[in-house]
C-alpha cells in the first residue's frame, strides 16, 4: 500500500493547464503535440466523456505511459524532464511527513515550470501547464504509477 500523498490545489492546476492550453493551442507541432497529451491524459479522445474525475482514472497506468510517449514526440527528453520534478517533489514532501506538495504551490508551480521552460526550451505557460498535469495525475494515482511509466519508456529506449 502506497504512503498518502501531500495534498494539491486541483483548481489551481486545472487553471495552469487552461492557461497553457489557450496560450499555446496556435502556436507549432511541439506545442499541439504537448497540449494534445494533457488533453489525452485529462479528458480522454475528443467525444469521450467521464462522469467525474479524469480520464486517466480509467487506466492510470496506461494513461501515464501515453503521456510519456506524447511528451517524448512533442521533444525528446521532456517527459523525463517533466515527471522526474514532479516526483521528487512528490517524495520530498512523503518523507517529511508533509500534508502539502508545497507551502505555496503557485510559487512552486511557477518556479518548476519556469526551470522546466528553459531546460526543454519551451514556452513557460506550457512548460507549466505540462507540471500541473503531472502533479494532478502523481496526485490522483500515486508516484508508483508514474515512475513505471518512465522506467517502460526508458528500457523501451534501449
Known amino acids: 500500500m502506497e504512503t498518502p500523498r501531500a495534498a494539491v490545489n486541483k483548481e489551481l492546476l486545472r487553471e495552469c493547464v487552461l492557461k497553457a ?38 487506466d492510470p497506468a496506461s494513461s501515464a505511459k501515453s503521456l510519456v510517449v506524447d511528451l517524448e514526440a512533442a521533444k525528446q527528453g521532456l517527459a523525463a524532464l517533466v515527471f522526474e ?4 517533489q512528490f517524495a520530498k514532501a512523503r518523507q517529511e511527513g508533509a500534508t502539502e506538495l508545497a507551502l505555496n504551490l503557485s510559487v512552486f508551480l511557477s518556479s518548476v515550470g519556469g526551470a522546466v521552460a528553459v ?25 508508483s504509477t508514474f515512475n513505471t511509466a518512465l522506467e517502460e519508456a526508458a528500457g523501451s529506449k534501449d
Open 21 to 58: 492550453y489557450h496560450e499555446n493551442r496556435s502556436r507549432g507541432k511541439e506545442a499541439k503535440r504537448a497540449l494534445d497529451g494533457i488533453r489525452q491524459f485529462l479528458s480522454g479522445a475528443p467525444g469521450g466523456v467521464v462522469a467525474r474525475g479524469y480520464w486517466f482514472e480509467q
Open 85 to 88: 520534478t514532479v516526483l521528487a
Open 119 to 143: 531546460k526543454a526550451d519551451i514556452d513557460e505557460a506550457l512548460a507549466c501547464g505540462l507540471v500541473a498535469t503531472v502533479m494532478i495525475g502523481v496526485s490522483v494515482a500515486g508516484e
